[in-house]
C-alpha cells in the first residue's frame, strides 16, 4: 500500500480513485488505517481510496479497483465498465453488477447453457482445463424471439427501466429493461450483446 501511495503521490495531474473490496477495507479498519491516510495525503487530495463505487467513479478520472490488497485493473471509469478485465471488476462495479455465468468452448464457439453465445473474444479462448466463464452487463442484455431460453423469476422497478431477473440451467441473468417494454411472465428468451460479451478465463478476461 505504502508504494502504491507513492505511485499515486508522483505527479498526478487527475484525480485518481482507488476502490478496495470489503474484506480488504476491513482489514486497514483494524490496523492498517495509516497507510490509508498517507495515500491521500502524499497525493495531496488527488487520490482517494474508497469502498463505494459511485464515489470513486464520481470524483476520478482514474480508478484502480484492488481486491484482497491487489490491484485487478485500473483505468478510466468508462474503461472498467465496458471493459473489466477481471470479472471481480465486474461485478464489483455497476450496478446490478456484470452477470458472470459458466460456459464452455466448442468449435471456437461459447456456449452456456447449452445454447451458443456470441462473445467478442471467443475465438482467442482455448480453455486448456481453466474454469471459463462468460461476462455480460445487465445492460447489454435483452428480450429476444430466441436464444438462452430462462425463466422470469422476480422484476423490480427501478424508475427508468426495470431490473429483470432471469434463470437458466442454475444460473441468475439480471437485465435492464425500459418501463414502457412488457416482460414475459415466465418463459423468455435473452440474446447478449456480441460487442459487450466477453470470456473469462480463471477469471480474467481472455485477450
Not at 1 to 14: E, F, K, S
Not at 50 to 64: G, K, P, S
Not at 102 to 115: D, I, K, L, T, Y
Amino acid at each position: 500500500m505504502l508504494a502504491l501511495a507513492r505511485h499515486l503521490g508522483a505527479g498526478a495531474d487527475h484525480p485518481i480513485g482507488v476502490v478496495v473490496d470489503a474484506h480488504f477495507a476491513e482489514d486497514v479498519a483494524q490496523g492498517k488505517a495509516g497507510t490509508v491516510r498517507v495515500i491521500a495525503d502524499r497525493s495531496r487530495d488527488r487520490a482517494r481510496v474508497a469502498i463505494d463505487q459511485t464515489e470513486a467513479l464520481t470524483f476520478a478520472d482514474q480508478v484502480l479497483v484492488m481486491n484482497e490488497g491487489t490491484v485487478v485493473q485500473a483505468g478510466t471509469p468508462v474503461e472498467l465498465f465496458e471493459r473489466p478485465r477481471h470479472t471481480f471488476v465486474g461485478h464489483f462495479i455497476g450496478s446490478p453488477g456484470m452477470n458472470v455465468l459458466p460456459c464452455e468452448m466448442q468449435g471456437g464457439v461459447a456456449r452456456f447453457a447449452g445454447h451458443p453465445v456470441a462473445a467478442a473474444n471467443a475465438s482467442k479462448a482455448k480453455g486448456n482445463g481453466k474454469r471459463l466463464q462468460l461476462g455480460v452487463r445487465p445492460e447489454f442484455v435483452s428480450l429476444a424471439r430466441d436464444g438462452v431460453p430462462v425463466d422470469i423469476v422476480k422484476v423490480l422497478d427501478a424508475g427508468r427501466y426495470r431490473i429483470v431477473e432471469a434463470r437458466a440451467n442454475g444460473s441468475t441473468i439480471k437485465m435492464l429493461v425500459r418501463e414502457s417494454e412488457p416482460v414475459p411472465e415466465a418463459k423468455a428468451h435473452l440474446r447478449f450483446d456480441p460487442a459487450h460479451t466477453q470470456v473469462y478465463e480463471d477469471g480474467w478476461m481472455v485477450t
